[in-house]
């Protein structure tokens, strides 16, 4: 058995300049159109934003910080600068798991867990 010890790890263009380096795809293409733009000009419900930020005050302290975050999440939102833009970003993620949470109609699902453990079931007290 004869081993070949011709073996390099030279960066591709080291050894010979003239050699370019090779094209790699893209894993994911670039689109076509303005899906960029919209997302930027919507704008989500003063409802969803207040949900986001008083959920992000509830974990961080409670419910009274969730009453202080949701109102003033709403109040920098409308504002022009990071923290407003921040605040929209916590209400677009809120609206869309608003929304994932309808079309799995989680609502019911939960509804249905909680009266299938309260209930009564034959033989057990």
């Not at 050699?19 to 409802?47: C, F, N, R, W």
């Not at 309808?102 to 909680?114: C, G, M, P, S, Y």
Request: one cysteine or more; hydrophobic letters at 40%.
């Amino acid at each position: 058995m004869a081993v070949k010890d011709n073996y390099s790890f030279e960066p591709v263009g080291a050894v010979d300049p003239d050699t370019s380096m090779p094209v790699l795809a893209e894993a994911i293409p670039e689109q076509q159109g303005t899906a960029g733009e919209d997302d930027k000009e919507h704008h989500p419900s003063d409802a969803a934003i207040m949900v986001g930020m008083g959920l992000v005050g509830w974990v961080i302290g409670g419910p009274f910080l969730a009453i202080i975050t949701a109102l003033g999440g709403k109040y920098a939102a409308d504002k022009q600068n990071k923290i407003g833009e921040s605040c929209v970003a916590v209400g677009r993620i809120a609206e869309a798991a608003g929304k994932k949470a309808k079309e799995e109609r989680l609502f019911d699902k939960l509804k249905t867990a909680l009266h299938s453990m309260f209930s009564k079931k034959d033989g057990h007290a």
